[in-house]
């Protein structure tokens, strides 16, 4: 965890325009990135792109490249250098050897940030498996990497207090941290099956789209909500009642453009909320510049979890946020993204779409917060006529 006090460690980013790819979506992808080191505890100072057909297997991005940045690091007092990929062991032993500073691929940011928002000991016992996976194959090279440093973004938790690091050690931690969270699974499998047979409501959507946010609104509780990557990740799970109907309303983790395999494994039994739930509710930020591929992301998860043909409610949130670009009277060039205003999106794709109800909301402002509830009261309904026919009479007027 970050220590209050300590001064932030100066980040460099680096990333790759694959073909078929925009410098605009690579640069979007970088922000993304900058918010994770910021969310770290890092100071982004500079980013770095390159057009490339496939990484450099030496040092991901070209020698001329390379060549540049170490430049910079030198010059600059840089701390870390932060790649939007996956690195491979010798990768990150080269590039540190170039650069002579420390290296981290968004994978192992995305686990650091996940070590330090871990609060109970199934998130920590979960956090902690997925770092020794992601520890175990690149042993060879990181070895002295990790005895020479102490503490610092990317080695919380195992990285800073192994220096056993041989592959028998953390294989025998692997199995016996899955031992720990099959038992953990069992008992929060129990927990669910004690709920009763309420209808079960989940929370999912992009990270920081404003889950625990909406969460607090409806259920009235106090979840940990702020501005930054993974606020949420052990989930909530509260009754509400809206008019005479109570049902259970879980907050889950948020899902990321390239959430590490790792941790999808690891956090299993937190994501079987979303596959047991009745009912999803898709939240979206509807004031990002790529919310289209942020719900396309969140679809995709949805679909390696199984649960892509749930009802679902797709909730576009924090339109008090909202801005576009009007399009002068003059202008012919096709209208972009950018041009669109909230009454046009409404109008599009969005809430056309015949497979799910959708809604404009701002649980910032409470704006159509009512509807919403009026729409979730009347989904949740519906489901929970189809289970209990007998029991109708009780939404009777």
Known sequence: MIETGRKSERAILIGLIYPGQGEDQAGEYLDELSFLAETAGAEPVKRFLQKLQIPDPRTFVGSGKIAEIKSFVSENSINIAIFDDELSASQIRNIENELGCRVLDRTNLILDIFASRARTSHARTQVELAQYQYLLPRL????????RQRGGIGLRGPGETEIETDRRIIRDKIALLKTQLKKIDIQMATQRKNRGKMVRVALVGYTNAGKSTLMNLLSKS??????????TLDTTVRKVVIGNLPFLLSDTVGFIRKLPHHLVESFKSTLDEVRESDLLLHIVDISHPGFEEQIRVVDETLRDLDSAGKPLILVFNKIDSFSFTAKDEDDLTPATRENY???DLKNTWMAADRNHKTIFISAKT????PELQNLLYEEVK??????YPYNDKLFEK
Not at 222 to 231: G, I, Q, R, S, Y
Not at 366 to 369: A, D, H, L, R, S
Request: hydrophobic share 45%.
């Open 140 to 147: 060879t090279g990181m070895w002295t990497h990790l005895e």
């Open 222 to 231: 106090e979840v940990f909500a702020e501005n930054k990557l993974f606020a």
């Open 341 to 343: 205003s909230l009454a």
């Open 366 to 369: 409470k704006e159509n917060i």
């Open 382 to 387: 519906s489901i929970h006529i189809k289970r």
